[in-house]
């Protein structure tokens, strides 16, 4: 190649990096508009209040009530994250205050490992392990004889909180490890124990990490549809016990994926289920902002 | 390093895009044409062997359009299709209105009733399946089972297993749920659930019966292709394909074809019961 070139070709290829970046925001934005484009025309036929807090859902008689969906997405969020943030949060405190360094040394990587795994192989062991384990063998436990299915929130905030402890895990590990080493010391030195060092200082510094780490999570559990298709039973119920047939529910995400195959293009029912990929979309995208904004919080409080 | 992600997606993406664009469509000359519409069900069927037949007849182009089966006989009889496909026999009113209409029978569909192997039920009547499968039934010992509470498995909203059990067990415009049915997104899918679960009750295609599940007798008649074909089993329906009139030239060609051995290799591959 000629030198004289090299400034020019410089120029070009700042020029097309400068075209693919951008064609990632412009992505974004046609997705968006097409879900839009796909979605509202239902309003025209069902108003947003009955199609928010409707509990009725028959394509075939063109109700759309998609509060069953709403409160089910919620319900597993929320079941997953009780779970997980006590759980995580130990594990985070212990590995990166308490833990031994060969003991950190081997359950990071597992816990990196364990982030990389496809959501349907924990649907999948759960399928064969946990829901027969809650129908027949907690089932005679707790009530003395077996629940009338497996399926249901207990089960599906198990499979979820597992699936999204690593998130938890590694953006709390990774925000602990960021408080200065200073602020430790000094509470040593003022006579601390390591437990009133870790919840008086290390926890607050570390905090708005925490909160975004759990945040992080909450949106992977919200977009999560093959665990919840297959562990949470698909009822058109409000979840209203842990456990038997009344824990079922149905999610958005279930929702969408169960009906999007028969749909006939350009129907009610069509833009009803794009309607429900707004709901879906606008929560995530919300989800993530606080979440950025609390990141960027922990930084620059270093 | 992000940069070089970003560029490698971008250039990705690049690549779908064109590969899209460019698979067109390209046009066609002089040739003989068939219309054939109507019901949903039998719609795959109709589309896979038109398929195959204009391999076969390079000078033949078929159109296979949904619409359902009223409005697939009504737009036979019209003459607005050739062929009209249905998934249920003529009404009586259809056959006074248009009395020169032909059904052909070219498959079968049934539908097994099945609950886990340890159930000791071994038959029901299509009247309990209904109350069952409504929610009015809670437990198999009011119909002569174990003493288990019921849980019921049904299809997702869209299903044509689904719409084919409501429409011949729970009668039109009955949904077939109770509220806390679980939702299955497959056949299989419903037939592992209630091979693991001892208080399930499902319904599958009968092609998907095997031994990991037991299959109900109902009104006594136990499911096989026998009493399918025969039509003696309840939740059993015949496809039609409909013609004005005897079918001649193409429609018969095309009707022909489906009966034949290789159209109805393409029956069963849709997961329906063959009838010749």
Redesign the interface.
């Given at each position: 190649m000629v030198k004289g070139v090299s400034i020019n070709s410089e120029n070009v290829v700042r020029g097309a990096?400068l075209?693919?970046?951008m064609?990632?925001v412009l992505?974004l934005s046609l997705i968006f508009v097409f879900l839009l484009r796909e979605g509202l025309p239902l309003f025209a036929k069902v108003s947003p209040i009955d199609f928010i807090f409707g509990t009725r859902?028959?394509?075939?008689k063109g109700v759309f009530g998609a509060f069953n969906f709403i409160a089910g997405s919620i319900l597993v969020t929320a079941g997953g994250l009780i779970i997980a943030i006590p759980l995580g949060l130990s594990c985070a405190i212990f590995l990166s205050e308490v833990a031994p360094r060969w003991a950190r040394n081997m359950v990071r990587p597992a816990i990196e490992l364990l982030a990389g795994i496809p959501s349907i192989v924990y649907a999948a062991i759960a399928?064969a392990v946990l829901?027969?384990f809650v129908?027949y063998d907690l089932g005679n436990l707790i009530r003395g004889e077996?629940f009338?299915?497996?399926?249901g929130i207990f089960a599906v905030s198990l499979t979820l909180a597992i699936m999204v402890l690593p998130i938890i895990i590694s953006v709390s590990l990774d925000s602990m490890e960021s408080v200065p080493r200073a602020f430790k010391e000094g509470s040593f030195a003022l006579g601390s124990t390591q437990w009133q060092t870790i919840r008086r200082i290390t926890l607050p510094t570390a905090l708005p990490g925490i909160v975004a780490g759990s945040i992080l999570g909450m949106g992977r559990l919200v977009g999560e549809t093959i665990v919840v298709?297959?562990v949470y039973?698909?009822?058109?119920?409000i979840t209203s016990t842990l456990f038997g047939?009344?824990s079922?529910g149905?999610t958005l995400t279930a929702a969408i994926?169960?009906?999007m195959?028969?749909?006939p293009v350009g129907s009610t029912w069509h833009s009803a289920l794009f309607s429900l990929g707004i709901i879906l979309l606008i929560t995530v995208f919300i989800l993530s902002l606080i979440s950025n904004y609390l990141l960027s919080k922990s930084r620059v409080k270093l | 390093m992000k940069?070089d992600r970003?560029?490698v997606?971008?250039?990705i993406?690049?690549l779908m895009m064109g590969i899209a664009m460019l698979s067109g469509c390209t046009g066609s000359g002089e040739k003989r044409s068939l219309t054939v519409a109507g019901s949903t069900t039998v719609q795959p069927i109709a589309a896979s062997a038109a398929e195959e037949f204009m391999k076969k007849n390079p000078d033949v182009i078929i159109s296979v359009q949904g619409g359902g089966s009223g409005t697939g006989i009504k737009m036979v009889a019209e003459g607005s299709a050739d062929i009209g496909d249905s998934s249920r026999e003529l009404k009586d009113t259809e056959k006074t209105e248009h009395p020169d209409l032909k059904p052909y029978a070219i498959a079968a569909d049934g539908i097994a009733v099945v609950v886990h192997p340890s159930n000791s039920l071994g038959d029901l009547t299509k009247q309990q399946v209904r109350d069952i499968f409504a929610g009015k039934i809670k437990n198999f010992k009011e119909v002569g089972g174990p003493d288990r509470?019921?849980?019921v498995i049904i299809r997702?909203?869209?299903?044509g297993t689904r719409s084919t059990f409501e429409e011949l067990v729970m009668k039109k415009g009955k949904?077939a749920?109770a509220?806390?049915?679980?939702?299955?997104?497959s056949n299989g899918?419903v037939k592992?659930a209630v091979a693991?679960?001892?208080?399930?009750i499902g319904y599958i295609g009968l092609g998907y019966v095997d031994e990991t599940v037991k299959a109900l007798k109902i009104d006594g008649v136990a499911p096989s292709i026998a009493t399918i074909k025969s039509g003696d089993y309840p939740i059993s329906r015949k496809l039609y394909m409909i013609t004005k009139g005897e079918a001649t030239g193409l429609k018969k060609e095309f009707i022909d074809f489906v009966l034949s051995d290789e159209g109805q290799q393409i029956v069963e591959k849709a997961g329906f019961i063959r009838v010749t």
């Amino acid at each position: 190649m000629v030198k004289g070139v090299s400034i020019n070709s410089e120029n070009v290829v700042r020029g097309a990096l400068l075209l693919f970046a951008m064609t990632a925001v412009l992505i974004l934005s046609l997705i968006f508009v097409f879900l839009l484009r796909e979605g509202l025309p239902l309003f025209a036929k069902v108003s947003p209040i009955d199609f928010i807090f409707g509990t009725r859902w028959e394509p075939s008689k063109g109700v759309f009530g998609a509060f069953n969906f709403i409160a089910g997405s919620i319900l597993v969020t929320a079941g997953g994250l009780i779970i997980a943030i006590p759980l995580g949060l130990s594990c985070a405190i212990f590995l990166s205050e308490v833990a031994p360094r060969w003991a950190r040394n081997m359950v990071r990587p597992a816990i990196e490992l364990l982030a990389g795994i496809p959501s349907i192989v924990y649907a999948a062991i759960a399928v064969a392990v946990l829901i027969p384990f809650v129908q027949y063998d907690l089932g005679n436990l707790i009530r003395g004889e077996v629940f009338r299915v497996g399926e249901g929130i207990f089960a599906v905030s198990l499979t979820l909180a597992i699936m999204v402890l690593p998130i938890i895990i590694s953006v709390s590990l990774d925000s602990m490890e960021s408080v200065p080493r200073a602020f430790k010391e000094g509470s040593f030195a003022l006579g601390s124990t390591q437990w009133q060092t870790i919840r008086r200082i290390t926890l607050p510094t570390a905090l708005p990490g925490i909160v975004a780490g759990s945040i992080l999570g909450m949106g992977r559990l919200v977009g999560e549809t093959i665990v919840v298709i297959l562990v949470y039973g698909n009822a058109k119920h409000i979840t209203s016990t842990l456990f038997g047939a009344k824990s079922t529910g149905e999610t958005l995400t279930a929702a969408i994926l169960l009906e999007m195959s028969y749909v006939p293009v350009g129907s009610t029912w069509h833009s009803a289920l794009f309607s429900l990929g707004i709901i879906l979309l606008i929560t995530v995208f919300i989800l993530s902002l606080i979440s950025n904004y609390l990141l960027s919080k922990s930084r620059v409080k270093l | 390093m992000k940069t070089d992600r970003k560029l490698v997606w971008s250039g990705i993406i690049f690549l779908m895009m064109g590969i899209a664009m460019l698979s067109g469509c390209t046009g066609s000359g002089e040739k003989r044409s068939l219309t054939v519409a109507g019901s949903t069900t039998v719609q795959p069927i109709a589309a896979s062997a038109a398929e195959e037949f204009m391999k076969k007849n390079p000078d033949v182009i078929i159109s296979v359009q949904g619409g359902g089966s009223g409005t697939g006989i009504k737009m036979v009889a019209e003459g607005s299709a050739d062929i009209g496909d249905s998934s249920r026999e003529l009404k009586d009113t259809e056959k006074t209105e248009h009395p020169d209409l032909k059904p052909y029978a070219i498959a079968a569909d049934g539908i097994a009733v099945v609950v886990h192997p340890s159930n000791s039920l071994g038959d029901l009547t299509k009247q309990q399946v209904r109350d069952i499968f409504a929610g009015k039934i809670k437990n198999f010992k009011e119909v002569g089972g174990p003493d288990r509470e019921i849980m019921v498995i049904i299809r997702e909203e869209g299903s044509g297993t689904r719409s084919t059990f409501e429409e011949l067990v729970m009668k039109k415009g009955k949904v077939a749920n109770a509220a806390d049915a679980l939702q299955k997104p497959s056949n299989g899918a419903v037939k592992a659930a209630v091979a693991g679960n001892e208080n399930a009750i499902g319904y599958i295609g009968l092609g998907y019966v095997d031994e990991t599940v037991k299959a109900l007798k109902i009104d006594g008649v136990a499911p096989s292709i026998a009493t399918i074909k025969s039509g003696d089993y309840p939740i059993s329906r015949k496809l039609y394909m409909i013609t004005k009139g005897e079918a001649t030239g193409l429609k018969k060609e095309f009707i022909d074809f489906v009966l034949s051995d290789e159209g109805q290799q393409i029956v069963e591959k849709a997961g329906f019961i063959r009838v010749t």
